[in-house]
Structure formats: structure tokens, C-alpha cells
């Protein structure tokens, strides 16, 4: 070879180096995904591909409600994780709690202080953490929810009785709670109308974004104002409540009514919402009423004033219900289950849920797959009563089976192609009576795993 | 630069170039797993990790049953999708189906045969393809199963009435039987005593491994032998029967005895297995007694014949159900699931499934993660009878938690290290009575989500 030549082949050698090294730079940039065994976390969207458009929302200033948040460390580093609501004398409180048999100290604590009822007059207060969940902690556990009532009671001057705390995160490490009463002077001195969203992010765990939701309407004599909060994201399959959510209105409400109220709109509400069957330790509701509007007192459940109350407070449980759905770990599709023609409410129940819940429904909507045969499957094990022939299932408005088989329109190109939606309707007729539900769930993505697999660590 | 020193120059850029050629490769290898969103396979292991070593085991021969598999091509192209076992006259049959209600055509026809009774003095056959359920699938169900019974029971010159059906793979497409009656002269010219590996492989459908299972024993009169395979391995979490599996043995023993042994060791055997909570609608275990022993006729419930039967039996029918879960989609942990010190038998299998079914439970595993706050929330949420201070976790040997907190004796390194075995057992201990169970179930991984994202097509 001569001199020039060799000089070329040099010089073409040496661009192929450097393109290798590029295309090679490139792979290794995502073969750090590709070792990803169960147990390493691959790429998980920072924020819910299903989170709401326009960010947390623009929240009402409930009068009578202060928040502050602060960073006590309880397990995570460089973020809020301790939030403190004042609720002023004469708040209403309401709370639904988890059925779990291993609940939590607080959700105990709690539900044994709302039942004693308590001195609405001399005002309340709300302290939640994120991080620990303080279940399964023994005698600790309450030893800490001790702990950090008489802390808050003492700073806010307010009866322990009156203090309503919650505890999201691990589960079985003994709360550190030392640290949240190191920043009882913070967090008293910061309280402010205006913090409800920092309060919102503080109680965050796998949560990727903020969850907020109001209602605002007139009533009589005046307007009523309702802002909530929720966290999600995971072991989310509420059993008589919900993951962690904190509603406030100024609404004038006796606590009694309030409670009605609540325990009857939890059922349709978080109660109707599943991402992956397993029901926290956590679960609580807690709804605050100040009686701070100008509107008249609401006194009897059956009265207009309340069903108006209802309606709008039923509205922000959904949202806050949906948005935690739509924070579901690793989701990308927002479902909604529909069954009609039930024989009653239970069986309607029963088999929305077998649906939502089905691993390999959910596999098959995050594969885009509209394989109604796993609906059927669904609706076979649900244990419901229904008539194999007269089962009518749609996915949106595409009729995809009915009296016993896939229907002669069905049309697999126009299903797959409603799969790709980001939202999804599966509706199921089961033509044997009048009742009717509606659940929500998400998809079962590798992000669910991801987040799952290794989550103390 | 002189020639000699530009050749060297020009060689090692060949050496560099080859070697960034082959790390790229490597690099690319990786990153189609890298690239896999939801909804793109990534590699999932071709047997599973979980398979029992040595391959099928050799089977013994029984007097009485041959097969044989053909390539009906009813879904799959290229491989064996149908099998036929003839069973000599004289040949006791018992079942044991899903209680799906969206239960395939081919199960209820069997149910409705062997609750016929029969004459089994004609012979039997079982016929099997893989591909496709036939289950909701209408009118058009029970004429299929019609169209291969009329077939099998012309080929083989016995009634109709004794041709038992399976078909297991894609939900709600209709059976194209004709394919299947297009094989029959083959498949009866090719039946068998030695074919039941070929068998085990032609119902396979996502199985990684064929499965099957014997014993042999000696008896009063001579030694009995028994037989079985089945296959997985999604939508497992058989509800009064189990997937697809038969059991053939030279017992002699009549059909009402048999049925009623079958159906009680299904209990602890098939319906103690999950993988993913999902019922088939397909669900089938078809045990074949055909009498040719030499040993004498099993013929009363209480006698140590029918107890030595049953225990061998039960380790065949447990030893499937065992190797189901080892190949169920994606399984990368063995898990038992034990459960003592429960009020009665129904309360301990509650805890047990709700923990063998957790999918915060099942990803925690696959994650090698010692997460027994995920066990503590799956007993709390099964609704059984429990005292949250009265419980015992461990995990194999290790005591993690007790009387209501974490284990003093409790090393989270010790436990790290037991979860990265393959193999795992979780005990519980209620600590409230006598009554125990153990459940048998896998763990949640990425290749569950893989096989079943986009299954159909």
C-alpha cells in the first residue's frame, strides 16, 4: 500500500473510532435501563403521563385553615415531609378510615378520638408526615402518636384530643418522631391561609405530582368554599376510605351531619377507585368544617342546603379519588369500568372491581391490546351473578360482545385503535336488572414494578 | 510519520475499530430490552429459571391410555397444538372444573358428562388443542365441542358421550374445529403408550417447560402406577379445579369414589396455587383410573388402599400445580406461603392468598427486597380473623416480626440475603388457634408484564 493511500485509510480508520465511540456512548447511555434487572429502577416519568393539565390548581382560602410544612427528615432528605393544618375553634371534623386489621397507630388514634367527639369549640389541628407509615411499630406506634399530639397540643395551645395526626411511607420502622417535634416552633410560626399546596406536596411519598381540588358554590346567605388534598400512589385499593386526604370548607356543618355525609360519599368516591388491590395500612379521610361562611347552618341531611353540600363536596372527593388514580405507580392509562344491568349495587360492585383489579386486563391495556377476553375472564371469577349470554361488553362506544359472543360488528382495527387512547372506557351490560356503578384504575406498566421492586431501598 | 509507524498506526485502529464493533454489539444487545416500553417485549428467559433440573421426567407406561399429537395449526404454526388419549374400556373418569362463570364450552360439556354418569365400560377419550378457549364464544362453543366429540367418538368406535374436551389459549374467538377433525385419521393411527411427553407439549401454550408428574407404588395384588401433566401458566388461580391437567393411573376403582377423591385433594393441590389471581375460564383437571393393575380394587373411602392411593395422588397432583407456578409468566421466585396458628382452615387460606396474591408483595420479591411491611398490609387487608400483636413473619428461618413490631433479632442483611434465593418461604403465624395452610405462588416481574402487555398478537 502506498504512503497516501495508507495516510486515508488512517485517517478513514480514525473517523470510524470516533463514530463507534459515539454509537457506543449512545448504547451505554441506555443499556444503564438494559441492566436493569427486576431489582434496578429504569426510567420512570418524573410526572404522571396522566396528570392533570395546568398543574395543582388554583385552591380557595378556606377561612378558619392555616398550613405550614417543614423538613424534618423523617426518611427523606432535601423535601417537606411534615405538614401542620391549624383548624380554628368550632371546626366540624369528620373523618373514614381503613378497615385494615393492621391500620396504623394514628388511623387508630383517630378514628377513637372522632368517636369520643371531642371539643369542636376549642378549635383543631391536622399533623402528617410522609415517609414512615408508623404501622406495624408496636407499642411505638402509639407512643409516637403521643408523642406528637401533645407536642402540637402544646404549641397550638388546643386539647391533645382535638390533634388528628397521619403517618404515609414504610411500614414496620419506628417512627423518628423526635424530628417532627424538633420543628413544632418552625412549622407553628410559619402557619399561613395561603400554603395549602405546599401542604399538598409535603405529604407526598411515590406521589409525582401534587393532588388539589375545590368546589366553591352559593348557597344560601352566602358562598361555601371546599378545598381538598390526597396522596396516593401505590397500595391503593381503599377499603372504607382512602389513602391520605384532607378536605376543608367553611362551611357551617354540626359534626354528626358532617360524618353522615362523608361515610355516604366515600362509597362512590375513594372507595371506587383501585390501582393494584392492596389496601394501606394508612387510608384516611379527614374532612374539616370551620362554619366560617356566611351561609346558613346545614341541619338536616334530607334538606336542599345539604344535598347542594353533598354535591359539591362529592365532586372534590372524586376529583382528589381520580387524581390519585391517574398518579397510580407507573400508569399511563386512566380506565374507567362501567356496569349496568346488575341484579343490585353489590354484584354491580363486585364485578367492576374483578375487572379493575385483573392483572392481565391491566397488562393487556398498557400493551394496547384490546383483548375484551380477559373482561370476560374477569366478569367469570368475579363470583357475581350474571348470565354468560345476555353479557354485553363495549370499550367506549365500540360494541365488542354481546349474547354470549363477539359481536358481528366487532372490529378488531377500530378497537386497537381506541386502545391507544390515554383514556379508556370498558363497559360492561350484564342485562339482568337496574343497578349500575362506576370504578376507576389504571394500567399495569413495568413502571409499577420498577417502583415496587426495590422501594426501602 | 514514517510507513512502518502508519501501518502499526493502521492495525491497532483496525484492533480498536473491531473491538468497539463487538462492545457496541454488546452495548445494542442490551439496549432492545433498554428500549422496551410497556407495550415492547423484552427478552424473557426461554425455559424458566424455575424449571425443575433434568428436563420431563420419564413417565411411567399405563396399561390402558395411549396418545397422540398432531399439528392442527388451530393458532400455532409449526408445533404440536393438538393431543388425543384414548382410554381403554373399563377406564374410570373423574373431573374437576372452574366455577368460572364465564366458563369455556368444552368444560361445561365435560362437567355435564361426568355428571351423566356414562357407561364406562365403552372406552373414553380425551381430546385436547392449545391456541384457542373456546369460551365465549357462544352458540358456536358447544357446536364445536359437538362437531370433535361426534369425530373422536367415530374414529375410535365409542360414544359420543365420552369424549372429554379441552381447549385453552385466546379467549373469545371462535374454535376452528375443522382444522382438528382434519387430524383425526392421523392421530388415531398414531396413538401410543409411550407418547405422553408429545402430549405434555402439545397443550402447552406460554409454558416454558412441559410438566408432568408420576408415582408408583405397590399395593395389596400388585404395584399401581400414576401418571399426569398440565400445563400453565397465566390466569392462574384455579377456583375448584386448576389450567389443564391429566392424571392417568391403572387403579382399579370406580368412577363415584374416584370423583370424590380427586375433588377433595384438589383443595390442597391445584386450588393452592396462584400466579396471578386470575380464574381461567378454562380451568380442568381430568383424572383417568383404567383399572389394568393387578392390584386390587380400591373400593372403600376409609381403607389404607384408598388413603395410599390418595397420598400418591395428592404428591402427583401437587408436584403439577408446583411446576405450574414454577413456570408461571415470568417467574423468577419459588414461593411458599405458610400459615399457622389460624382460627379455622378458611381464615388461614385468607391470609395466605392475600399474600401470595399481593402485587406490592410479589414485586417486593422480584426486587430481592425484604419487605415484610408489604406482608403485615396484605394480612391486615385480608379480612381474616387476626390480632395484630399475635403475629410471627418469617422469612425461611428468619423471625422478622412479632408481638406487633419488628423482631429485636431482626438483620436486615440476613434477610437481604435469604430473598436472593430462588426458592423462598413465608411464614405467618397468627398465633390465635390451630388451623394452618400453605399456599404455593410466584413472584411479579417484568416478564409477567412482557407475555401478557400483548398477548394476542
Sequence with gaps: MKKRDLK???RKLKAKVKALRERLATATAGSEEAAAAPSAPRKVPAVSPLAPAGGFPALPVIDG???????????????????????????????????????AASVIDCAAKLAAGGDAGAGAAILVNSGNANAFTGRLGQESVDAISAGVASALGIPASRVFTSSTGVIGEPLPHDRILARLPDLTAALSANAIGAAARAIMTTDTFPKGAAAEYAAEGGTIRIAGIAKGSGMIAPDMATMLSYIFTDARIAPPLLQKIVSRLVED????????????????????????????????????????????LHAVMLDLAQQVVRDGEGATKFVEVRVTGATDAANARRVAMAIANSPLVKTAIAGEDANWGRVVMAIGKSGAVVER????IRFGDLLVAENGWRSPDYSEEAASAYMKRDELVIAVDLGLGRAATRVWTCDLTHGYIDINADYRS
Design 8 to 10: 486515508q485509510k488512517t
Design 389 to 392: 349470554d345476555r353479557i354485553a
Design 65 to 103: 385553615v392555616e398550613f405550614a410544612v417543614a423538613e424534618a427528615g423523617v426518611r427523606y432528605k432535601g423535601r417537606t415531609d411534615v405538614m401542620l393544618a391549624r383548624l380554628a375553634p368550632g371546626t366540624a371534623v369528620a373523618g373514614v378510615f381503613t378497615r385494615s386489621l393492621t391500620r
Design 269 to 312: 368516591s375513594f372507595n371506587a377507585t383501585t390501582v393494584d388491590s392492596d389496601t394501606s395500612t394508612s387510608d384516611a379521610l379527614i374532612v374539616a368544617a370551620t362554619g366560617r361562611a356566611a351561609s346558613a347552618e346545614i341541619t338536616d341531611l334530607r334538606s336542599a342546603a345539604a344535598k347542594a353540600f353533598a354535591r359539591h
